[in-house]
């Protein structure tokens, strides 16, 4: 099992900046990819950005210039550095680790997520 682990969410006014951070912990064997997906309500959860183990990122084209996903392989953690927040930003944004455990099994582990508010 592996346990996922959000912060740095909060209430920031329209072109604002947050840092999110996302820290994975437990049985992890290896990861092979994390990333940042988002949720407001009355839509569904949405890809802002991923990055792979050597570095490889892929953006959301709505995020693309404004966000920056990095990660830390020995630590485990992955970060979101959000840049000229608009107000539809606004969005609990989730953890999501792809992890492979020792017997290959591909699995996806999601944190509880942390809110993200920007006002106009």
């Known amino acids: 099992q592996v346990q996922v682990v959000e912060s740095g969410g909060g209430l920031v006014q329209a072109g604002g900046s947050l840092r999110l951070s996302c820290a994975a912990s437990?049985?992890?064997?290896?990861?092979?990819?994390m990333g940042w997906y988002r949720q407001a309500p009355g839509k569904q959860r949405e890809l802002v950005a991923t990055?792979?183990?050597?570095?490889?990122?892929n953006y959301a084209d709505s995020m693309q210039g404004r966000f920056t996903i990095s990660r830390d392989n020995v630590k485990n953690t992955v970060s979101l550095h959000m840049n000229d927040l608009k107000p539809e930003d606004t969005a609990s944004y989730y953890c999501?680790?792809?992890?492979?455990?020792?017997?290959?099994?591909?699995?996806?582990?999601w944190g509880q997520g942390t809110q993200v508010t920007v006002s106009s």
């Open positions: 990055i792979t183990t050597t570095g490889r990122t």
């Open positions: 437990g049985n992890i064997f290896r990861i092979n990819m």
């Open positions: 999501m680790v792809k992890h492979t455990d020792i017997s290959a099994s591909v699995i996806d582990y």
